[in-house]
């Protein structure tokens, strides 16, 4: 998952006697009339903690922060050499070298050379807004500023060196290698999208999967899971799940799968996936456990599986050939722990569901952690399978 940098904003009138970088048609003739249309935007504040600096009347920008504020991503490629990377552009640059080449090939002109300062690479201002038509301006009381809004645009992330990135408007996804200019693999339907962001995994050379979460609603408590399968670039499977977190639980992030076959949770059906799209087993657990909610699945071993409700939050064990299931918590906690955990309401702030967080596997035996807070308990429990 990312960190993103939330903008201040500063008043325009503050910044009359700026140093105006925004595109124009003496700089970047096609990016003109995208500068025209910016100049109406509201202006918002970088938080920088290295600031940019001038040398030869030339501003100059920490390139890992800026990138960070404006969703670009940076990938290294060599000594010195880095790609930057847009869901619609990717150059290449090197430091000391006052050239950038984007993923067609073409030779960007910059005004100096990036270089390193202190351990920080800094690249001229002009490259962001050439390359990726994104309008800065600066002056030293107001700092770094721009019309660029990290409300919309997308939630990024990498996987090694390819890129995804999702709409924050309408859920398409975007994908493609460092250097190259990402390619639509397809459009997740997420409803009431909010806060978005996404990870990714690796399951072959082809195939990859995508989590993206979105929080949404006020004050932010309905969360919502999607998973999509990914082939040649092209999404080929999606599942989905929805809770509303009243508790404020941190809920464990779903398995990847279990012997190349992708686990995919949607709803309360949990599928393993084969990398194709074509699935393997379904495990109904709406009806294995008599509860009816979305799951999480937070662990697939050979002997078992793992899965919680979202509401009651407490942990069922699955036998792999999905004929039972088991609730945990009963079975190892003492008499004060299950009742508290019987007693206080799950859409009430603080309810922390069983306490047990998977630890790990050995000869027939689970080991789990259980941790309430409430009653000042914190250790590690053992649980023999019961199948």
């Known amino acids: 998952m990312n960190t993103r940098k939330w903008m201040k904003a500063a008043g325009t009138a503050s910044l009359a006697a700026t140093l105006l970088l925004t595109a124009s048609a003496a700089t970047v003739p096609s990016h003109a009339a995208a500068a025209a249309s910016e100049a109406k935007a509201a202006w918002s504040t970088i938080d920088l903690k290295n600031q940019p600096f001038t040398k030869n009347k030339v501003l100059y920008v920490p390139l890992k922060e800026i990138s960070e504020s404006l969703q670009l991503q940076l990938t290294v490629v060599g000594k010195n050499q880095m790609y930057i990377n847009s869901p619609k552009e990717s150059v290449r640059i090197k430091v000391g070298q006052a050239r950038a080449v984007n993923a067609k090939g073409s030779v960007l002109k910059l005004e100096a050379a990036p270089v390193i300062k ?16 994104i309008p800065l301006r600066y002056d030293a009381k107001s700092g770094l500023a721009t019309t660029f809004n990290p409300g919309t645009g997308y939630a990024y992330t990498a996987k090694g060196s390819m890129l995804f990135w999702v709409n924050r408007e309408n859920g398409t996804l975007y994908m493609g290698k460092a250097g190259t200019v990402p390619v639509k693999a397809g459009k997740v339907s997420i409803e009431n999208i909010d806060i ?123 036998n792999p050939t999905g004929t039972k299931a088991e609730l945990i918590y009963p079975e190892i906690l003492d008499e004060e722990s299950i009742k508290a955990i019987g007693e206080m309401p799950p859409n009430e702030v603080g309810f922390i569901g069983d306490g047990l967080t998977f630890v790990g596997y050995k000869s027939g035996k ?22």
Not at 118 to 133: D, N, R
Not at 230 to 237: F, N, V
Not at 295 to 303: L, M, P, S
Not at 366 to 387: C, G, M, R
């Open 366 to 387: 689970l080991t789990l952690q259980y941790e309430n807070p409430f009653l000042d308990i914190k250790k590690n429990l053992t649980y023999a399978l019961p199948f």
């Open 118 to 133: 202190k351990g920080v690479t800094y690249v001229p201002a002009s490259l962001i807004t050439k390359a990726f038509a």
């Open 196 to 318: 978005l962001e996404i990870d990714a995994h690796k399951v072959n050379g082809n195939t990859y999967v995508a989590d993206i979460y979105n929080t949404y609603g006020e004050p932010h408590i309905h969360e919502a899971r999607y998973r999509v399968l990914i082939r040649d670039q092209k999404i080929i499977k999606t599942a989905a799940t929805q809770n509303a977190n009243f508790a404020g639980i941190n809920y464990e992030p779903n398995v990847t799968g279990y012997k190349g076959n992708i686990a995919m949770m949607n709803g309360s059906k949990l599928e393993l996936v084969h990398p194709t799209g074509k699935t393997v087993k379904t495990y109904d657990l709406a009806a294995l456990t008599g509860v009816k909610d979305d799951f999480t699945v937070e662990a697939i071993e050979q002997d078992f599986l793992l899965v919680r409700p979202y509401t009651k939050a407490t942990l069922y064990i699955v």
